[in-house]
């Protein structure tokens, strides 16, 4: 992200703090912009197939979601939020550390869902925001 836009992390000393340091409570965003809103990535390819493994149908959805990104111009360095919908409480720990392999130490505003999936295949489902010059 250039100079023209610029984040500040928010987190708010007189409400709960994050569960973990890899993402903020609120993330301030400044600066002429374009906005980038990434509809839920579904863990599947371009011929529609998804894989069975939990594991590999996350880091299928976070590289459609990179591939997103590119699309427009964008790198995962320009995330302001993210959402993040799961199939079950069970995926919650996997799913955190494929975001942190993919994520690194780039802060953003994240939220996670348990919710019943669209496709029962499909075991997470990612939407996200990102801001760039």
Not at 115 to 127: C, N, Q, S
Request: charged residues 25%.
């Amino acid at each position: 992200m250039s100079t023209s836009v610029s984040r500040r992390l928010v987190n708010a000393p007189d409400a709960p703090q994050t569960l973990h340091r890899r993402y903020t409570n609120a993330l301030e965003v400044r600066g002429q912009g374009r906005t980038l809103y990434i509809s839920g990535q579904i863990p599947a390819d371009d011929t529609g197939s998804a894989p069975d493994n939990f594991e590999a149908q996350a880091r299928l959805a976070w590289g459609n979601v990179e591939r997103q990104l590119k699309a427009a111009g964008m790198t995962l360095d320009d995330l302001v939020k993210v959402t993040v919908f799961l199939a079950s409480y069970e995926l919650r720990d996997v799913n955190a550390r494929v975001r942190w392999d993919v994520m690194g130490d780039r802060m953003v505003a994240l939220s996670t869902v348990i919710a019943g999936p669209y496709d029962p295949a499909w075991k997470i489902e990612i939407e996200a925001i990102a801001v760039a010059d």
